[in-house]
Antibody, heavy 121, light 111 residues
Framework: QVQLVESGGGLVKPGGSLRLSCAAS????????MSWIRQAPGKGLEWVSY????????NYADSVKGRFTISRDNAKNSLYLQMNSLRAEDTAVYYC??????????????WGQGTLVTVSS | QSALTQPRSVSGSPGQSVTISCTGT?????????VSWYQQHPGKAPKLMIY???KRPSGVPDRFSGSKSGNTASLTISGLQAEDEADYYC???????????FGGGTKLTVL
């Protein structure tokens, strides 16, 4: 069965960095676009970034552009999110999700359980 | 990119039907047939219910249906059940620059 397991969340000071990981299993990881989506406490969902199956294409929400970098290692079935220059407003649960389309068209058919990132001094 | 507009809350009694709207612009909802809907129970990850406006993933009951008219997409839940009580989010493709935009979410209460 498809499983996505995020890790790497935690407490970090404003201006700090954090790297999230997502371990995928139960499907051919290298066939799918993957995304990061976040949810601030008590708030709605916000798309953060996606990466194409071969890492050729990436895209970011304006709110994280220039600070976050998405990457993947198909040999390790893993997705990553490098987060730099973190701000209080980046505090959220971060989900990795599989894209149902092999394209930028949204449709997230499997989600991880999420990892909490808290940015606070 | 502004979030899509959803009602903050809707409610219905068991067995009834409810419709949740998701209003955007011609740059997102109205411009593409790529709206998806997600159900989220408290403390849980979201679950895909509808994609490409009206397609249902396997395992999703046919009580859930999606449609679109102009700049507004809709999720209809018929034969409401207690377990349908959750938050629901829409998401639309919005072009190549900022391709994914979510709605603010709607809390469905089953009375």
């Amino acid at each position: 069965q498809v499983q996505l397991v995020e890790s790497g969340g935690g407490l970090v000071k404003p201006g700090g960095s954090l790297r999230l990981s997502c371990a995928a299993s139960g499907f051919t990881f290298s066939d799918y676009y993957m995304s990061w989506i976040r949810q601030a406490p008590g708030k709605g969902l916000e798309w953060v970034s996606y990466i194409s199956s071969s890492s050729s294409y990436t895209n970011y929400a304006d709110s994280v552009k220039g600070r976050f970098t998405i990457s993947r290692d198909n040999a390790k079935n893993s997705l990553y999110l490098q987060m730099n220059s973190l701000r209080a407003e980046d505090t959220a649960v971060y989900y990795c999700a599989r894209d149902v389309h092999s394209s930028p068209i949204p449709g997230f058919d499997y989600w991880g359980q999420g990892t909490l990132v808290t940015v606070s001094s | 990119q502004s979030a899509l507009t959803q009602p903050r809350s809707v409610s219905g009694s068991p067995g009834q039907s409810v419709t949740i709207s998701c209003t955007g612009t011609s740059s997102d909802v109205g411009g593409y047939n790529y709206v998806s809907w997600y159900q989220q129970h408290p403390g849980k990850a979201p679950k895909l219910m509808i994609y490409d406006v009206s397609k249902r993933p396997s395992g999703v009951p046919d009580r859930f249906s999606g449609s679109k008219s102009g700049n507004t997409a809709s999720l209809t839940i018929s034969g409401l059940q207690a377990e349908d009580e959750a938050d629901y989010y829409c998401c639309s493709y919005a072009g190549s620059y900022n391709p994914r935009v979510f709605g603010g979410g709607t809390k469905l209460t089953v009375l």
